[in-house]
């Protein structure tokens, strides 16, 4: 029937495509049609799994493939120049392949060094930083991505708070994993594990923040076969602590996965990890095939009646696929399209199945809390808002990197104290939190806590909390022309608010620049924000409105300056 037929390509599909790809540098009519054959698809359905996939989709590939990222970091550190430098040096066009086949390069938002930007992926080997050669000739080797580790800042008093902040070492640092797992899978309850999740208040890490003990148990509630996916697609430009959790910590992702499959009832996991992150992909990997020979996964896990395993799925570049309903169309083998809900995917998730969806830092949290118990975790942090936070800070920062911090504190803490204010003198003109769905405030309003209620008052969703630095160089036109590229390229483009109001909106952008804007045209952006607000079908193109507004209210003196 049709259920079957969703489920059919599955993983594999992505994996044949990569395959192919990667042996002949692209994917051509004829193999399309073997696929379709070999899948029992109408090819159509093949050709449009591939069209929707930057990896597949854009240019072919030459024999050195480069990627450059294009994310706000990047963008905030040289206003886009390096892309021009590479393209200069290589001979080739962004989203192009030389004609003897020899280099392609690729724009990608974003590779996950935006401690460091600028950054390229020369094939597998990141390089990054402000020296051009030094990007192109990378890193010893692709074990350097692991350079940077997520740091417990120290005990730096803040006044808005009566106790100095706790130092979190080892909570959610390089700890190992399977510390619990073995005593729970054989003597332990799924009702405990609830319990101590659902007395932990641990909401989801990715940016929509739903309780993670309450999703469980909607799904726990469906009948079975059940699923358990951990999502390790970090789009968000600004965002890497998902990385580096994946690169430096992985099997405590998986015996968070496994703690939550336990809970539900599932016997099969997944993890999406993006194609951007190569290093994430072998280290999960290698990690899978260290837990199965060490017993914690496969067939009567530690001698208990319990069965699970694992899958890593490599995703094929596309932001709205870390969308959940999207990421279950792109580990079916699928366009990447997000649906309307619901149904939600603990009801109809994965081959229609109920399916538990948790990003990576959400998992990386509960052996944690299931070890120190939850009432411990939920000590931490704000009542409203209980436990951390892996906050990332940009390369404009003095001292860039991914802190874990408490929920509660202020903004100011994370940029001054933290960040240590900008580097080489530059001047701090806003800072965009939460991502390019997120927003911009300004200097003046850093005295808000990093907390969903008070930054959503102030216009600017949380999302995964991470804080990019705008200094004074750059123009609010070319920030504006940013998002709206953003929203422009990553729109999965199945509803037609966003799909058309993005292009739109991108035109305008490109009518404003810096020596000032036509008359009104700014006032031109409103009703298409309207409708993207309204009517469009996932959280992505609300998003995009509430960042555009962010922009031209976070730099209105600059824009009504420009205005004739
Ligand atoms: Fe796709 Fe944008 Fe519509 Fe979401 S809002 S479904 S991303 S077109």
Same mark, same amino acid.
């Given at each position: 029937?049709?259920? @079957?037929?969703?489920?059919?390509?599955?993983?594999? /599909?992505?994996?044949?495509?990569?395959?192919?790809?990667?042996?002949?540098?692209?994917?051509?009519?004829?193999?399309?049609?073997?696929?379709?054959?070999?899948?029992?698809?109408?090819?159509?359905?093949?050709?449009?799994?591939?069209?929707?996939?930057?990896? +597949?989709?854009?240019?072919?590939? $030459?024999?050195?493939?480069?990627?450059?990222?294009?994310?706000?970091?990047? +963008?905030?550190?040289?206003?886009?120049?390096?892309?021009?430098?590479?393209?200069?040096?290589?001979?080739?066009?962004?989203?192009?392949? @030389?004609?003897?086949?020899?280099?392609?390069?690729?724009?990608?938002?974003?590779?996950?060094?935006?401690?460091?930007?600028?950054? &390229?992926?020369?094939?597998?080997?990141?390089?990054?930083?402000?020296?051009?050669?030094?990007?192109?000739?990378?890193?010893?080797?692709?074990?350097?991505?692991?350079?940077?580790?997520?740091?417990?800042?120290?005990?730096?008093?803040?006044?808005?708070?009566?106790?100095?902040?706790?130092?979190?070492?080892?909570?959610?640092?390089?700890?190992?994993?399977?510390?619990?797992?073995?005593?729970?899978?054989?003597?332990?309850?799924?009702?405990? &594990?609830?319990?101590?999740?659902?007395?932990?208040?641990?909401?989801? %890490?990715?940016?929509?923040?739903?309780?993670?003990? !309450? !999703?469980?148990?909607?799904?726990?509630?469906?009948?079975?076969?059940?699923?358990?996916?951990?999502?390790?697609?970090?789009?968000?430009?600004?965002?890497?602590?998902?990385?580096?959790?994946?690169?430096?910590?992985?099997?405590?992702?998986?015996?968070?996965?496994?703690?939550?499959?336990?809970?539900?009832?599932?016997?099969?996991?997944?993890? /999406?990890?993006?194609?951007?992150?190569?290093?994430?992909?072998?280290?999960?990997?290698?990690? /899978?095939?260290?837990?199965?020979?060490?017993?914690?996964?496969?067939?009567?896990?530690?001698?208990?009646? +319990?069965?699970?395993?694992?899958?890593?799925?490599?995703?094929?570049?596309?932001?709205?696929?870390?969308?959940?309903?999207?990421?279950?169309?792109?580990?079916?083998?699928?366009?990447?399209?997000?649906?309307?809900?619901?149904?939600?995917?603990?009801?109809?998730? +994965?081959?229609?199945?109920?399916? &538990?969806?948790?990003?990576?830092?959400?998992?990386?949290?509960?052996?944690?809390?299931?070890?120190?118990?939850?009432?411990?975790?939920?000590?931490?942090?704000?009542?409203?808002?209980?436990?951390?936070?892996?906050?990332?800070?940009?390369?404009?920062?003095?001292?860039?990197?991914?802190?874990?911090?408490?929920?509660? #504190?202020?903004?100011?803490?994370?940029?001054?104290?933290?960040?240590?204010?900008?580097?080489? $003198? %530059?001047?701090?003109?806003? #800072?965009?939190?939460?991502?390019?769905?997120?927003?911009?405030?300004?200097?003046?309003?850093?005295?808000?806590?990093?907390?969903? !209620?008070?930054?959503?008052?102030?216009?600017?969703?949380?999302?995964? @909390?991470?804080?990019?630095?705008?200094?004074?160089?750059?123009?609010?036109?070319?920030?504006?022309?940013?998002?709206?590229?953003?929203?422009?390229?990553?729109?999965?483009?199945?509803?037609?608010?966003?799909?058309?109001?993005?292009?739109?909106?991108?035109?305008?952008?490109?009518?404003?620049?810096?020596?000032?804007?036509?008359?009104?045209?700014?006032?031109?952006?409103?009703?298409?924000?309207? &409708? /993207?607000?309204?009517?469009?079908?996932?959280?992505?193109?609300?998003?995009?409105?509430?960042?555009?507004?962010?922009?031209? %209210?976070?730099?209105?003196?600059?824009?009504?300056?420009?205005?004739?």
């Amino acid at each position: 029937g049709l259920q @079957a037929r969703l489920g059919r390509p599955g993983t594999l /599909l992505l994996e044949r495509l990569r395959g192919v790809q990667r042996a002949q540098g692209g994917i051509s009519p004829g193999d399309l049609r073997r696929l379709a054959d070999e899948f029992g698809l109408p090819v159509a359905a093949v050709t449009g799994t591939v069209s929707f996939y930057a990896d +597949f989709a854009e240019g072919c590939r $030459g024999q050195r493939h480069v990627r450059v990222c294009e994310g706000a970091s990047c +963008f905030a550190s040289t206003g886009g120049q390096h892309i021009r430098d590479l393209e200069r040096v290589l001979g080739v066009r962004r989203g192009t392949c @030389a004609p003897d086949g020899s280099v392609s390069l690729q724009a990608v938002r974003c590779l996950g060094y935006c401690y460091d930007s600028p950054a &390229v992926l020369d094939g597998g080997r990141p390089g990054t930083g402000q020296d051009l050669g030094g990007l192109l000739n990378g890193q010893p080797d692709a074990d350097s991505g692991s350079a940077l580790s997520i740091r417990t800042p120290p005990p730096i008093p803040y006044e808005s708070r009566a106790d100095p902040p706790v130092v979190l070492a080892g909570l959610l640092g390089v700890e190992g994993g399977w510390q619990v797992w073995p005593e729970v899978v054989t003597g332990g309850s799924p009702e405990q &594990v609830s319990g101590e999740v659902a007395a932990s208040g641990l909401r989801g %890490r990715g940016g929509a923040g739903f309780p993670t003990a !309450k !999703k469980w148990s909607m799904a726990a509630g469906e009948p079975g076969p059940r699923y358990v996916i951990a999502n390790g697609d970090e789009g968000d430009p600004g965002s890497y602590c998902d990385r580096l959790l994946m690169e430096q910590d992985p099997h405590r992702i998986l015996e968070g996965l496994a703690l939550a499959a336990f809970t539900v009832g599932a016997r099969h996991g997944l993890v /999406l990890v993006r194609s951007e992150y190569p290093l994430a992909v072998a280290r999960m990997r290698a990690a /899978l095939a260290e837990a199965r020979a060490a017993g914690h996964l496969g067939r009567g896990v530690h001698g208990s009646g +319990f069965d699970f395993d694992v899958e890593v799925v490599e995703g094929a570049g596309s932001y709205v696929a870390g969308e959940e309903t999207a990421l279950m169309h792109t580990v079916s083998g699928l366009r990447g399209d997000a649906r309307p809900r619901p149904p939600y995917p603990t009801s109809k998730g +994965f081959l229609g199945r109920p399916t &538990v969806l948790n990003n990576v830092e959400t998992l990386a949290a509960v052996p944690w809390i299931v070890r120190h118990g939850g009432a411990a975790y939920a000590r931490l942090g704000h009542p409203d808002e209980p436990g951390t936070k892996l906050v990332c800070l940009s390369q404009l920062f003095r001292r860039p990197g991914v802190y874990e911090v408490e929920y509660g #504190v202020p903004l100011r803490y994370l940029v001054e104290d933290l960040g240590g204010g900008l580097r080489d $003198g %530059r001047t701090l003109r806003a #800072v965009q939190v939460g991502g390019p769905l997120g927003g911009f405030l300004t200097p003046v309003q850093l005295d808000l806590p990093l907390l969903t !209620k008070p930054l959503g008052q102030a216009g600017v969703p949380l999302g995964h @909390a991470s804080l990019i630095a705008f200094d004074t160089e750059l123009p609010a036109a070319a920030i504006l022309r940013h998002e709206w590229a953003f929203g422009a390229a990553e729109s999965c483009g199945a509803c037609t608010p966003c799909r058309v109001g993005t292009r739109r909106g991108l035109e305008l952008a490109e009518q404003i620049d810096e020596s000032g804007q036509p008359a009104g045209l700014l006032a031109r952006q409103e009703p298409l924000l309207e &409708v /993207l607000d309204a009517a469009s079908l996932c959280a992505f193109g609300r998003g995009v409105a509430c960042a555009v507004r962010s922009v031209t %209210r976070a730099y209105s003196d600059e824009f009504s300056r420009s205005s004739p």
